[in-house]
């Protein structure tokens, strides 16, 4: 049997360079993470590792995290489905504001947010005689984490909605279905694989945020401190151990919850595929 000749090169080549480009990347950068942390001993790192500023600060990173990427897995798939099905003036301008969060720097965004939120911007005068307080509060961490992770979910789902043929919901209308139904049982479903990769996304861009979190955060040990500002404020004191211990951990975690997200969202075109 004859083979056909591919227009790329073959896959020994691609195989070595793709491998060659992780691991130069990716792989031996966090090797050394581990090396260096292999440095300690057991008892010191479960001493650095489970003190309570670092679960502290974990809780808040991980927490707030999981909490935006669930926010912008909800209106990210919302401004999609705007920007996609319907006509209305302006709607290349927001589609092309929908990407500000990936220009614009972190640390821009973080004073841009603070001066909104706080007790004196425009947003936080309004909220305050309702006693809501975002700046400085875990709930500001959350806001920041939403602004810089949308356009993830936006951009993962929204190629997807314009391939989306109109047919199955017509057809599904027809029958008598209503709207919420058609919804859920059709559309929804062939939205999940997509929608999942987004909220991934945001969820590891979300984790490892700095420089928008550190300015509407307040810094609080044990109630607003994330866990990239504790690793930088452990190097600044060249505690170099102790950030070490900290970046491990972090990255165990985040490895372990995307790789469940990861494992779900195959499952979720497995299943798609056998329908």
């Known amino acids: 049997m004859r083979r056909v000749p591919s227009v790329l090169p073959g896959f020994g080549i691609t195989l070595g360079f793709a491998l060659l480009y992780l691991g130069l990347l990716v792989l031996i950068p966090l ?77 821009v965004a973080g004073i841009a947010l603070t001066s909104l939120y706080a007790a004196t911007g425009p947003f936080g005068a309004l909220l305050a005689p309702l006693g809501i307080k975002v700046a400085y509060t875990w709930t500001g961490i ?5 602004f810089i992770g949308l356009p993830f979910v936006v951009r993962t789902v929204q190629p997807v909605l314009q391939d989306l043929e109109r047919d199955q919901e017509e057809a599904s209308a027809s029958l008598g279905a209503s709207r919420l139904h058609t919804l859920v ?53 060249y505690n170099y151990a102790g950030a070490t211990a900290i970046a491990v951990l972090m990255l165990i975690i985040a490895f372990v919850l995307l790789l469940v997200l990861n494992l779900l969202q195959a499952w979720g075109r497995r299943r798609l595929g056998g329908r």
Not at 218 to 237: F, K, S, W
Request: hydrophobic share 60%; charged share 10%.
């Open 31 to 107: 090797a050394a993470v581990f090396w260096r942390a292999s440095g300690l001993g057991a008892q010191e790192f479960f001493a650095l590792a489970t003190h309570p500023r670092t679960l502290a600060a974990l809780k808040v990173s991980f927490g707030a995290s999981l909490a935006a990427a669930a926010v912008n897995a909800v209106f990210g798939t919302l401004t999609a489905w705007v920007l996609v099905r319907y006509e209305f003036p302006g709607r290349r301008l927001l589609d092309a504001v929908v990407d500000l969060p990936f220009a614009l720097p972190t640390a």
């Open 142 to 146: 959350m806001v920041a984490l939403v």
């Open 185 to 237: 049982r059709v559309v929804l479903p062939t939205l999940a694989p997509s929608l999942m990769t987004g909220f991934a996304l945001a969820f590891a861009r979300a984790v490892g945020e700095y420089g928008s979190v550190i300015f509407i955060a307040g810094n609080l040990p044990y109630r607003t401190e994330i866990a990239p500002l504790l690793i930088v404020i452990q190097l600044g004191e």
